[in-house]
């Protein structure tokens, strides 16, 4: 008999929000293994996605990114990841009905001084903060329509955030 794995959640957020800290965090809370969908797709093109974009330009990372997300969903068991532009994809949401999803949502003071805005987030490149307030304005919607939980980040230790998302969804299955 062939099983597919299951995510015990998946998180989703803008940039900023702690998705691979809180992560990996959370996954090690559950006993169980974390993914980050961007990290896989580096380590299988190997080069950063920033230089995914200026190479061959967003639609192709977003391609990749799509079949990466579906993939991850399908088959990684534990905490999976997404990065903040995948939610948007019409396939991804998708994909992404019927799982335990974690928004995780975080104010522009907080995002700042976690990513710094520097170069290597490409779609807030040029003047970070009136990019990421625009990206989320946008995103936020989806974010929370696709959310099965949503948990503010903003000011918190990953600890804490942890022990939250614990509460909502439960012990690993």
């Avoid at 990019?131 to 959310?147: G, H, I």
């Avoid at 955030?161 to 614990?166: A, Y």
């Amino acid at each position: 008999m062939v099983t597919t794995a299951r995510p015990t959640a998946v998180l989703i957020g803008p940039p900023g929000s702690g998705k691979t800290t809180i992560g990996a965090a959370l996954a090690e809370a559950l006993g169980v293994a974390f993914h980050d969908t961007d990290a896989a797709i580096e380590a299988d093109q190997g080069c950063s996605i920033s230089d995914i974009f200026v190479l061959d330009g967003e639609p192709a990372f977003r391609a990749l990114e799509r079949a990466e997300v579906a993939r991850a969903v399908a088959a990684e068991p534990g905490v999976v990841a997404l990065g903040g532009g995948a939610p948007m994809d019409d396939e991804t949401q998708t994909v992404l009905d019927g799982h335990v999803v974690v928004f995780l949502d975080v104010g522009i003071a907080d995002a700042a001084k976690r990513v710094g805005f520097d170069a290597s987030r490409p779609l807030l490149a040029i003047n970070p903060r009136a990019a990421w307030t625009k990206l989320m304005n946008e995103r936020r919607p989806t974010y929370e329509r696709l959310a099965t939980h949503r948990v503010d980040t903003a000011g918190r230790g990953v600890d804490d955030v942890v022990t939250e998302i614990v509460a909502l969804v439960g012990p690993a299955r």
